[in-house]
Nanobody, 116 residues
Framework: QVQLVESGGGLVQPGGSLRLSCVAF????????MGWYRQAPGKERELVAS???????EYMESEKGRFTITRDNAKNTVYLQMNSLKPEDTAVYYC??????????WGQGTQVTVSP
């Protein structure tokens, strides 16, 4: 059984910062891709950022320069540093991993609210 445990969400004022963390527990094939998605009320889930085992990254265009994704392969952990947060960044953020045999797992989600 694979479990993803997220942390770091919360309430922050516009312009503030948050750092999300996600740890993958359990027996699994080697993780290739790790990433973060988000879903705002009434909207579809969308990719925020992803990172491969080798460190190649991909970002949503609106997040480039504000968000940074990193990972610690030894700890099966992925991080999302979010700076200069805007109200439109408010959403539930989900951790996502994909292993070398194509299996995918999701975290339970962590709420990020950006409000004065």
């Amino acid at each position: 059984q694979v479990q993803l445990v997220e942390s770091g969400g919360g309430l922050v004022q516009p312009g503030g910062s948050l750092r999300l963390s996600c740890v993958a527990f359990g027996r699994m094939f080697s993780i290739n891709l790790m990433g973060w998605y988000r879903q705002a009320p009434g909207k579809e889930r969308e990719l925020v950022a992803s990172i491969t085992r080798g460190g190649s990254t991909e970002y949503m265009e609106s997040e480039k320069g504000r968000f940074t994704i990193t990972r610690d392969n030894a700890k099966n952990t992925v991080y999302l540093q979010m700076n200069s947060l805007k109200p439109e960044d408010t959403a539930v953020y989900y951790c996502h991993v994909k292993n070398d045999v194509g299996q995918q797992y999701w975290g339970q989600g962590t709420q990020v609210t950006v409000s004065p």
